[in-house]
C-alpha cells in the first residue's frame, strides 16, 4: 500500500506506474481515493470543529444560566443537541469512509523501481547474469519423474490415492537427500548472519490481506473451514506476520531471519507438460530468507539477498542465472523482483527455482509495521528471498548431477548431511 500522500501531490505518478504495470482497469481508482480522501478529511476536521464548539457552548450556557438569561440558554441548548446528532453522523460515517478508502488503496499497486524493464509478462522479463556453464551431458537425460522412479525415491500412485492430484510420497536416498538440501541452505544462511526459525503454519485473514494482494490471495490461500485460519503459501507469510502492529528499535535493524515451512498453494490453472510431476503441487517445503530493514537499505539487501541463493546453488554445482522480473509480471505490493533460474540440461534451458523481492514499505504500511527514530517513527521496509525450495531445486539437482548409468552424484558440501552418502544408485 502506498502512501496516500504520494496520490494527493502527485497523481499522475501513480497513473503512470499503473500503466506501466499494464493495469489500466485500476486508473479509476486514483480518482476514486482522492475523493474518499478528500471525504475523510473533511469528516475529520467538522467532527473537531464540533467537539471543540462543544465545549465552549457548554461553558456559555452556564455562563447564561448564571445570569438568568434562559431563553438564550435553551437556544444554545438547542444548537449543541443538533451539534452532538450531527458529530454522532460523523464518528458513524467517518470508520466507513475510512474503509472504503483502505480498501481503495490497498488495490493500488505499490511504485515500481526504474530498473524495473518495462513487460506485460514472464515471457518479457531480461536476463541480468548467469552463473556457471550450463552443460549438456553426451547421453539423455530423462523426465524427473523416470530419473526419481528408478532411484526408487518417489510414489505418486499411492499420493493420489490418499491426497489426489499435486502431492507425492519421497522415500530413501532421495527422501534423505531432500532433508539434507533444506539442512545445507538452513546453515548456509546461519553462516550468513540470519536468525533460524519456525513460524507458524497457519495465519489469521489479517495477516493474509497484509501480505499480498486480493488477486494472490484467492490463487495461492487455502482457507480453513469454520476458522479465521489460512495455510501459509510461504513462511513469508507468517515472518513478516510476527511484527504487525509494532514498532521496532531502530537499533535491532535490519532484521536478518531465515526460516522452515511447509507450504501449500492452490496453484489454479494449467500449467502444461513440463509442470507435471513435481514441479507444481500443492504442497511442498521451503527454505526462506526475510529481512526488516530501514528505507535506505533495502536496495543493498536485495542485491545480497538474491545473490546468497546464487551462491547456494553454485556450491552445488547447479549452473543459474537471475532473471529481472519486468512490471507486467511483478505483483501488487513489489517495487522490484527478480528470479533466480537452474539450468534444465534435459530440457535444455532455463526454469524458477527462486523469488527475490523488495516491497518497500507496502507491506509495512498494511501491516503497521514501524521502527523508532529520534523524531518519531517511519514504515520499515520489507524483503523477502526463496534460499532453496527442493521439489524444484531436485529437478535440477538431479538433471544436472545425473550419471550415464542412471545414479546421481552427491557434491561434498552435502556429504555431512547424508551420512557420507556420496551417491544415489539406481535401484
Known amino acids: 500500500m502506498i502512501d496516500i500522500s504520494l496520490i494527493r ?43 471543540a464548539s462543544r465545549n465552549m457552548l457548554s461553558k456559555q450556557i452556564g455562563q447564561l444560566m448564571r445570569e438568568k438569561k434562559t431563553e438564550e440558554a435553551e437556544k444554545v441548548k438547542a ?59 553426451d547421453f539423455e537425460v530423462p523426465y524427473h519423474l523416470d530419473i526419481l522412479e528408478k532411484l526408487d525415491g518417489i510414489d505418486i500412485d499411492s499420493a493420489r490415492r490418499t491426497s489426489g492430484q499435486g502431492f507425492y510420497y519421497l522415500t530413501g536416498d532421495v527422501a534423505r537427500l531432500h ?36 488477486e494472490e490471495m484467492d490463487g495461492m490461500m487455502y482457507k480453513i473451514e469454520g476458522e479465521d485460519l489460512y495455510l501459509i503459501g ?40 513440463e509442470e507435471r510431476g513435481i514441479y507444481r503441487i500443492h504442497q511442498f517445503e521451503k527454505q526462506e530468507m526475510i529481512v526488516i530493514c530501514k528505507p535506505e537499505d533495502s536496495c543493498m ?67 503497521g509495521i514501524r521502527y523508532k527514530t529520534e523524531k518519531g517513527s517511519e514504515f520499515a521496509h520489507t524483503l523477502n528471498n526463496t534460499v532453496v525450495a527442493p521439489p524444484r531445486m531436485l529437478i535440477a539437482f538431479l538433471e544436472n548431477h545425473l550419471r550415464a548409468d542412471g545414479s546421481v552424484g552427491i557434491p561434498e558440501v552435502l556429504w555431512p548431511y547424508m551420512g557420507g552418502t556420496k551417491e544415489i544408485s539406481v535401484k
Open 301 to 367: 539487501w536485495y542485491e545480497k539477498m538474491w545473490n546468497y541463493t546464487v551462491e547456494l546453488f553454485v556450491s552445488m554445482g547447479i549452473p543459474v542465472r537471475q532473471l529481472e522480473c519486468c512490471s507486467g509480471d511483478l505483483a501488487d505490493l513489489k517495487f522490484r523482483s527478480c528470479d533466480v533460474e537452474a539450468w534444465s540440461p534435459r530440457q535444455k534451458k532455463y526454469f524458477e527455482v527462486g523469488s527475490c523481492s523488495n516491497l518497500t514499505d507496502a507491506q509495512a504500511r498494511r501491516l
Open 9 to 51: 501531490n502527485d497523481p499522475d505518478l501513480v497513473r503512470e506506474n499503473i500503466k506501466k504495470k499494464f493495469q489500466d482497469r485500476k486508473l479509476p481508482l486514483v480518482d476514486e481515493a482522492i475523493a474518499l480522501d478528500a471525504k475523510k478529511r473533511a469528516l475529520q476536521q467538522e467532527g473537531d470543529l464540533l467537539r
Open 179 to 214: 532433508s539434507a538440501i533444506l539442512s545445507y541452505a538452513r546453515d548456509f544462511m546461519i553462516g550468513k548472519g540470519f536468525t533460524y526459525c519456525i513460524p507458524p503454519f497457519m495465519i489469521r485473514s489479517s495477516v493474509v490481506t497484509g501480505v499480498m494482494s486480493f
Open 79 to 137: 444548537q449543541v443537541s443538533a451539534n452532538a446528532a450531527r458529530l454522532a453522523e460523523i464518528e458513524k460515517e467517518e470508520p466507513e469512509v475510512s474503509e472504503q478508502l483502505k480498501k481503495v488503496m490497498m488495490s493500488i499497486p505499490n511504485i515500481i523501481s526504474p530498473d524495473t524493464p518495462i513487460g506485460k509478462d514472464d515471457s518479457e522479463n531480461v536476463e541480468r547474469k548467469r552463473f556457471l556453464e550450463p552443460k549438456v551431458p
Open 234 to 273: 510461504t513462511s513469508e507469510h507468517s515472518m513478516i506476520g510476527r511484527f504487525m502492529g509494532q514498532t521496532i528499535d531502530e537499533s535491532k535493524l535490519p532484521l536478518t531471519l531465515t526460516s522452515y515451512s511447509p507450504c501449500f498453494r492452490k496453484e489454479k490453472g494449467a500449467h502444461g507438460i
